[in-house]
């Protein structure tokens, strides 16, 4: 019986270290499986930078439109309101008036 059981744990010794072998192939097939996934991965994370990055260029884009459209507002106000300033003096000009605040309201 001993016999028997020393023959059996060898056999079992043998087979232990192939079949983890097999588990962990080292091939040129496994290495082309890890490059494809590494690849994969890269693109993933590269498409994924390229759309964080076409996101934060449309929202700054959209902000520096948006700023330069109250910038606009803000300037055609203001000579508006000078325009309307300087007609109104100028028609007491016409009218002979004199330059009193009363005829020239603050702006």
């Known amino acids: 019986m001993n016999l028997k059981s020393l023959t059996l744990i060898t056999a079992m010794a043998v087979a232990l270290p192939v079949a983890f072998a097999q588990t962990t192939d080292s091939s040129a097939k496994q290495d082309m499986k890890n490059a494809g996934s ?8 590269a498409g994924h930078g390229a759309s964080q990055g076409s996101k934060t260029a449309y929202n700054k884009t959209k902000s520096g439109t948006q700023k330069g459209y109250d ?5 055609t106000e203001t000579g508006y309101h000078k325009t ?3 007609t109104k003096t100028g028609v007491n000009k016409v009218e002979d008036k004199p ?7 603050p702006q």
Not at 99 to 105: E, H, K, Q, V
């Open 99 to 105: 330059n009193t605040p009363a005829n020239n309201p």
């Open 84 to 86: 309307a300033h300087a």
């Open 38 to 45: 590494d690849t994969k991965h890269a693109a993933t994370s």
């Open 71 to 75: 910038k606009t507002k803000s300037g």
